[in-house]
């Protein structure tokens, strides 16, 4: 199952690589150097929550699939919603990281809504299966 995992990791395309592995997941995690900032616990839960709940989808596609779009939607659009509307008072280093991180997320699902929409419309297969 890990191959399998690795396989369709790899199979993606070169930039979905690089921008899960080292943009998207290290800046979402990032949050939690940040939990003990203002509204950092509510952060840190949306920011890494759509990513947990990929862990099981990973599993059971055996592999990345479109179906990881969905987990991100509705943590990450409320976690954009906080950040555009109501941001935290934050200054220096984690007023940067609360830009850094609504671009991402903003990029982020860019992506994940057109992924999604095509899941529901069939397109399940993970990537180089």
Request: a neutral charge; zero cysteines; glycine letters at 6%.
């Amino acid at each position: 199952m890990i191959k399998q995992i690795w396989t369709s990791f790899r199979s993606l395309p070169g930039w979905v690589q690089i921008w899960v592995a080292f943009v998207l997941v290290p800046v979402n995690m990032a949050s939690l150097y940040f939990y003990q900032e203002p509204g950092g616990i509510l952060i840190t839960f949306l920011a890494n929550i759509g990513m947990m709940l990929n862990m099981p989808v990973i599993v059971m596609d055996r592999g990345f699939s479109k179906a990881m779009a969905l987990p991100h939607l509705i943590p990450w659009t409320i976690l954009v919603g906080i950040l555009v509307f109501n941001r935290p008072e934050s200054v220096d280093n984690y007023s940067i990281y609360l830009w850094v991180l609504l671009v991402i997320d903003v990029v982020s699902l860019a992506f994940d809504y057109p992924d999604a929409i095509k899941w529901i419309k069939g397109d399940r297969k993970p990537a180089g299966a």
